[in-house]
């Protein structure tokens, strides 16, 4: 990149002809050899990053709408090293390829590209820094129900007053009666 070069838009070819250069392919080889689990690889490791970076540096947002706009778009071909345009990836080996992709061999190929595009740098330029937000708590609580808080305590009322009204005092105990016929005795039926 040369100093005060305006960077093309999202998705043009000008963008990726740009930084196409500063994928590291050979870096992506070694950490990331072939895995093909007894089928034929028809795809390198640095073709499919490639391809996946497709999802960051074009407006596809979704794997399977790339895999339906590849045929059309030359320019992403080409940066993805695809040189024909009816056999491209399909959504199954993205995803296959993706599950090999662990934090630890994106951070080494982070660092790599890093590398190059520092190494590009004008030497008296200023530098810019950038927050790394690998390390920060993620902010997960947001959506999550709040636990609700103990209401307050009520006041002692200095003066007793009673909660209901006081009932009359009557008597409503029930009187066993048991009723004799002949020699046994029975109870009462109450109705």
Known sequence: MVLGMDIPM?????????????????????????????RRAEWSSAQLLRVLLLLVLTPARSANLLC??????????????????????NGRQLHEFRARLTPGVLRQLNALVLRR??????????GVALIDA??????????KKKPRLPSPRAKRRSVAVPL???????????????????SRTMPRPSF
């Not at 690998?134 to 959506?143: R, S």
């Open 117 to 126: 595009l520092l190494l590009t740098w004008p030497v008296g330029q200023p």
């Open 164 to 182: 209901r009204p006081a009932a009359p005092a009557t008597l409503s105990a029930t009187k066993s009666t048991r009723c004799v016929c002949g």
């Open 10 to 38: 999202t998705g043009t070819a000008a963008l990726l002809e740009l930084l196409s250069p500063f994928v590291p392919d050979l870096e992506i080889q070694a950490a990331l050899p072939r895995r093909t689990g007894g």
């Open 68 to 89: 339906e706009l590849l045929p059309e778009q030359r320019a992403w071909r080409r940066f993805a090293h695809l040189p024909n345009r009816r056999r491209l990836p």
């Open 134 to 143: 690998t390390d920060l708590p993620a902010a997960t609580n947001e959506y």
